[in-house]
Nanobody, 124 residues
Framework: QVQLVESGGGLVQAGGSLRLSCVVSGRSFSANPLAWFRQAPGKEREFVVGIRRSDGRTVYADSVKGRFTISRDNAKNTVYLQMNSLKPEDTATYYC?????????????????WGQGTQVTVSS
């Protein structure tokens, strides 16, 4: 069983930055890939970035490349999402998730364990 707790969301002006954190417990931190997804009201959950914690391999959605950076601190069982140059279209609830497999996936349905989400709002 895996538990995930996100934090760090808030209100920021366009062009600003936020850093989200996801603390993972219940299993070895490096056991499974972790991904950030986001979901705006009325829209489907969208893949943002994933990381294979064992070796640091990453996959980024095109919409956030060059602006968002995922990183990990395995000693703290924590994954971070540094979000720079934020745009209003980045407004969403951001979730971290872990799936039961070995490789990074971009489909939300592939992920079994989810955090509670943290709200990010970017104003114009």
């Amino acid at each position: 069983q895996v538990q995930l707790v996100e934090s760090g969301g808030g209100l920021v002006q366009a062009g600003g930055s936020l850093r989200l954190s996801c603390v993972v417990s219940g299993r070895s931190f490096s056991a499974n890939p972790l991904a950030w997804f986001r979901q705006a009201p009325g829209k489907e959950r969208e893949f943002v970035v994933g990381i294979r914690r064992s070796d640091g391999r990453t996959v980024y959605a095109d919409s956030v490349k060059g602006r968002f950076t995922i990183s990990r601190d395995n000693a703290k069982n924590t994954v971070y999402l540094q979000m720079n140059s934020l745009k209003p279209e980045d407004t969403a609830t951001y979730y971290c998730a872990v799936h039961g497999g070995l490789d990074i996936k971009t489909q939300a349905a592939q992920y079994r364990y989810w955090g509670q989400g943290t709200q990010v709002t970017v104003s114009s």
